[in-house]
């Protein structure tokens, strides 16, 4: 459990700085500020995904809750407005903060009374759940609750402007009827008394947003407001939900969250014999990593299952589910989901290409990515080498020959085998294909056009991987051995002797590209290296000297000219600096796996791990963040839970480990 008292709690801007997140396996969420503040569009009690993961829409902002309680009323609510204001100042009352599982609790101190809060969602379904319950008092306590609803796409934001909305009563509650056709939200509170209303609180501050170099104003509609008396010990639960009919019993409801949650850990500690003997930390992220995975809704199939990239802003991409199936699923033994994963996205592979990102909106799939198809191949391996599913890789093998066949002779934006000297070629103008991808209008900000160290090196062992399938199978495996020993003689020529090190990129536009970035990492890190064991500890110790940090790697050395040592601004500065020194997380894992096959020497390679369990208490609480700056502090930037973050953390911990 992550458990902060007043010192944090109690003071805005560290209250604020920390965020809480629940999801429900559909891509949907909810989530807001420890401070009880919205400070993002993404924040609200119920962001419903109505076409899972993706149409997120946000229908529930919050609630705003009054305790009237031996003679005094409290308002344990809190907003900041467009005009400098926060009021009411909730957070005043708030004694405690904590996270159980991914369950966010807040414990409100009025008088001698305390009121606890806690949240959390459905699995399955739109439906959040805000429980209270009076945990101390010597007299009942009334609370009243302002009900604060939209109905908007989760990346937009709303201006009133007039908007009427049908709001009735129904029993046990509220029904909110957004526009004709929109899907209607139930608010319903058994024991207590609902009073519809239609006011439009106008002009929140988004202070984040602002920070983003965005829009920052919004208004909520104040739709109705619940009251209920809780004597000693006594409880309300208010569900609001997009569903026909949800569960109105918040007990019951509790206990299937605990016992997904529990569920989750059991099958974790089943498949890591050392789980028992883990830090706490680590089976924090065990839970956060559950978060990530989702149902993702394809016409005529029940099964489709996906990985959500990052909350609160990403959908599925393609690049990041297979770098995170590994760490989400089969460290955490749920093989079973994994499998379900791979399958789904064998049905987008198109031109031997997976897809960068599948859209939010229905839109055809985005193609532009050199390296998504070939780290499904990886993911493939991982599996069966967790699972042995012959059956699987035998279904999935002529796929992967086409994967391979189509880099062979070529497919989109240049992606083709130099036959010279077997290495992977990319790129063509304004097309930004590696994973780091930023662009800026139609400037992409790290072309890496040629060939990328660690496209290379994962087409080594996309090719070494076929070659093991091919003779599991029974079926020649002679060309496979051919084409990676070709590719591995063709490796030679990154090296780059005067900087001890691999260059990022060859034959690009300007010749070979000598910036130390930490791509070639991968080199090292993945199942099979193309380099000489010399080679690959040198890879490491520069990589270490110039761009390691407590959090993650620095996308470039601090002392090249276009370095920048923070990520912040509007979208074009954040761009800029994306992959120009800013740190990402996820890279933490390759680097200590690699660090451990050089070394040998597993306690250290477990400590540059570390560092994160200090986070999990900070940005977005139970999880790991998508980025942080390049220059110290390090302090977390981007979506607050990004999902290969937090699977690089685990997949290394245990396979490091044993």
Excluded at 356 to 371: E, H, I, Q
Aim: proline share 5%; hydrophobic share 45%.
């Amino acid at each position: 459990m992550i458990r902060f008292g007043r010192e944090i709690a109690g003071e805005l801007d560290l209250a604020e700085r920390r965020e809480w997140l629940c999801t429900n396996g559909l891509g949907g969420f909810a989530s807001g500020t420890v401070a009880g503040t919205l400070t993002r569009r993404y924040h609200g009690l119920l962001v419903a995904a109505l076409r899972p993961p993706v149409g997120r829409t946000l229908l529930a902002a919050k609630l705003d809750e009054t305790i009237a309680y031996d003679g005094l009323a409290t308002a344990l609510g809190a907003n900041r407005w467009a005009d400098g204001t926060v009021a009411p100042q909730g957070f005043r009352a708030l004694e405690s903060f904590a996270l159980e599982g991914t369950m966010p609790v807040w414990t409100y101190a009025v008088g001698d009374a305390l009121l606890e809060k806690r949240v959390w969602m459905e699995q399955g379904a739109n439906t959040t759940y805000v429980r209270y319950r009076l945990l101390r008092g010597r007299a009942p306590a009334a609370l009243a609750l302002e009900v604060l609803v939209n109905y908007r796409d989760a990346h937009s934001l709303t201006r009133a402007n007039g908007w009427r909305m049908i709001v009735t009563t129904v029993t046990h509650g509220l029904r909110v009827l957004a526009f004709e056709g929109a899907r209607p939200l139930v608010i319903l509170a058994e024991g207590a008394a609902a009073e519809p209303a239609h006011t439009w609180y106008e002009r929140f501050d988004l202070p984040r947003e602002r920070e983003r170099g965005l829009d920052a104003r919004e208004d909520h509609l104040h739709a109705g407001t619940l009251r209920a008396s809780l004597a000693l010990s006594g409880a309300l639960t208010v569900v609001l939900s997009a569903e026909a009919l949800p569960s109105l019993d918040g007990a019951q409801a509790r206990r299937r969250r605990e016992r997904h949650e529990e569920g989750v850990l059991r099958s974790w500690r089943r498949r890591q014999p050392t789980a028992r003997r883990s830090p706490a930390w680590l089976a924090q992220l065990v839970l956060a990593a559950d978060q990530f995975i989702s149902t993702r809704a394809i016409a005529g199939w029940t099964d489709g299952t996906t990985i959500v990239a990052g909350y609160p802003w990403f959908g599925d991409w393609g690049r990041d589910t297979m770098i995170a199936l590994a760490g989400l699923t089969l460290v955490t033994g749920r093989a079973e989901l994994a499998r379900r994963i791979l399958t789904t996205w064998a049905r987008f592979v198109d031109h031997g290409m997976l897809p960068n990102r599948l859209p939010d909106a229905g839109s055809p799939p985005d193609y532009n990515t050199a390296d998504a198809a070939l780290w499904y191949v990886e993911a493939i391996r991982a599996y069966h080498a967790a699972t042995s599913d012959d059956a699987l890789l035998r279904e999935i093998f002529p796929r992967l020959e086409d994967i391979v066949r189509r880099h062979r002779e070529g497919t989109r934006h240049g992606i083709a085998v130099d036959p010279g000297d077997g290495l992977l070629a990319a790129g063509e103008p304004g097309v930004q294909l590696t994973w780091m991808d930023a662009k800026v209008g139609e400037r992409v900000v790290t072309p890496r056009t040629g060939k990328p160290v660690e496209i290379n090196a994962l087409w080594y062992n996309a090719l070494r991987a076929m070659a093991a399938f091919a003779r599991r199978l029974q079926k020649p495996a002679e060309p496979w051995d051919a084409a990676a020993a070709l590719t591995n003689a063709g490796f030679e020529r990154f090296w780059n002797e005067r900087s001890g090190c691999c260059y990022d990129v060859l034959d690009g536009p300007d010749g070979h590209d000598d910036t130390l970035r930490p791509n070639q990492l991968l080199a090292v890190a993945l199942p099979e290296s193309p380099l000489a064991r010399e080679r690959q500890r040198r890879v490491v110790d520069v990589c270490a000297r110039h761009l390691l940090t407590s959090y993650g790697l620095r996308t470039l050395a601090p002392d090249h000219a276009h370095y920048q040592g923070r990520y912040a601004g509007g979208p074009r500065e954040r761009d800029i600096a994306y992959h120009q020194g800013t740190v990402w997380a996820w890279l933490l894992g390759p680097f200590a796996v690699a660090h451990f096959k050089v070394h040998g020497d597993a306690e250290t390679a477990r400590s540059f791990l570390i560092p994160l369990a200090d986070h999990l208490g900070d940005y977005g609480v139970g999880s790991v963040a998508e980025v942080f700056d390049g220059d110290p502090p390090f302090a977390p930037r981007g979506a607050i839970a990004q999902a290969w973050s937090v699977a690089e953390a685990l997949r290394a911990w245990h396979q490091i480990g044993g």
